[in-house]
């Protein structure tokens, strides 16, 4: 049963930068695709960017692309989320996700079985 953890949320003025980790366990990491999502109070669970298991191929949602980047580490079973020149609509919680199948640019969030807690992103104009 394979457990994820975020960390590295917080609270940020617009155009700052986070990194994100999600560090995995109980599981093969390098078997399962990855995605983050993000939720703000009263919306929908977003997807933001996702990682195929051996990390070679990434996919961003067109609202991120070319300011959050996902990269992952197999050796360390850990998955990130750098985020650049952030912007007040980014605030939400920020969930990683793990999938065994599927396209990486994959999102629906009832195809990932597995998530973690959540870790609060806040960012002020």
């Known amino acids: 049963q394979m457990q994820l953890a975020e960390s590295g949320g917080g609270l940020v003025q617009a155009g700052e930068s986070l990194k994100l980790s999600c560090v995995a366990s109980?599981?093969?990491?390098?078997?399962?695709?990855m995605g983050w999502f993000r939720q703000a109070p009263g919306k929908e669970r977003e997807f933001v960017a996702g990682?195929?298991?051996?990390?070679?191929?990434?996919s961003p949602a067109d609202s991120v692309r070319g300011r959050f980047f996902i990269s992952r580490d197999n050796a360390k079973n850990t998955l990130y989320l750098q985020m650049n020149a952030l912007k007040p609509e980014d605030t939400a919680v920020y969930y990683c996700?793990?999938?065994?199948?599927?396209?990486?640019?994959?999102?629906?969030?009832?195809?990932?079985?597995?998530w973690g807690q959540g870790t609060q992103v806040g960012v002020s104009s």
């Open positions: 109980g599981g093969t990491f390098s078997e399962f695709g």
């Open positions: 996700a793990a999938k065994q199948a599927g396209p990486i640019w994959e999102s629906n969030p009832r195809h990932y079985g597995y």
């Open positions: 990682i195929s298991a051996d990390g070679r191929f990434m």
